[in-house]
């Protein structure tokens, strides 16, 4: 008798440490979301509150065109992407796919506007400045939506542990009082 009861409670311990590994979420990119950009860059980077194993694909186009890009290069939670072409005035969406240190793949699509691109201006400079501040609040937003969501992730993840041990449990005991009668 006191040998399935140790199995069972060896099962039961194995089964409580579970941990629920939260997917990398994007905590701000730049250009960000939203922002009108004023002076061509060279790269884009995707800045994750979690590392990034693997860049599975990004797209840029511009105007619905697709734009050339460098290989994307990951360092720890940030991913850069060069730019292989200048960048033109128009609407530009940034999408990627990446494979977070949990092994799940997460992507968006990053949306910003390229207008009057200069080398040097002030008025730019403030207007991008103001769009940075705006993106940084929508990224915390998002990074709030997404902490939520993987808190009720594993929310479930305890409650499909704690229905395994019950069902376990109540089988333990069939098993047991059936064996008795025999």
């Known amino acids: 008798m006191k040998k399935p009861m140790l199995v069972l ?6 089964m409580l440490p579970q941990t629920v590994s939260a997917h990398a979420v994007l905590t701000a990119s730049d250009p960000g979301q939203g922002d009108i950009v004023t002076e061509s860059k060279d790269a884009f980077t995707l800045t994750f509150n979690s ?3 693997d860049v599975v694909e990004t797209i840029v186009t511009v105007n619905g065109q697709a734009l050339a890009t460098d290989s994307a290069a990951v ?3 940030t991913v ?3 730019l292989a072409e200048e960048m033109t005035d128009g609407d530009y969406e940034f999408s990627y796919k990446v494979i977070s240190t949990d092994g799940h793949e997460v992507g968006n699509t990053v949306s910003f506007t390229a207008e009057g691109l200069t080398s040097n201006g002030e ?4 207007e991008s400045e103001d ?3 705006q993106n940084t609040q ?7 939506a997404a902490e939520k969501s993987n808190e009720e992730d594993s929310d479930s993840g305890f409650i499909i542990t704690g229905l395994v041990i019950i069902v376990l449990l109540c089988a333990a005991v069939l098993f047991f009082t059936y064996r008795k009668k025999d």
């Not at 409670?9 to 194995?14: I, P, R, S, T």
């Not at 008025?123 to 403030?126: I, L």
Request: proline content about 3%.
């Open 80 to 82: 850069t992407v060069p």
């Open 75 to 77: 360092d720890g939670t």
């Open 123 to 126: 008025s730019g400079e403030q």
């Open 9 to 14: 409670l060896a099962l039961f311990l194995y």
């Open 51 to 53: 590392d990034v194993e």
């Open 138 to 144: 929508v990224n915390e937003q998002e990074q709030t």
């Open 131 to 133: 769009q940075s501040q």
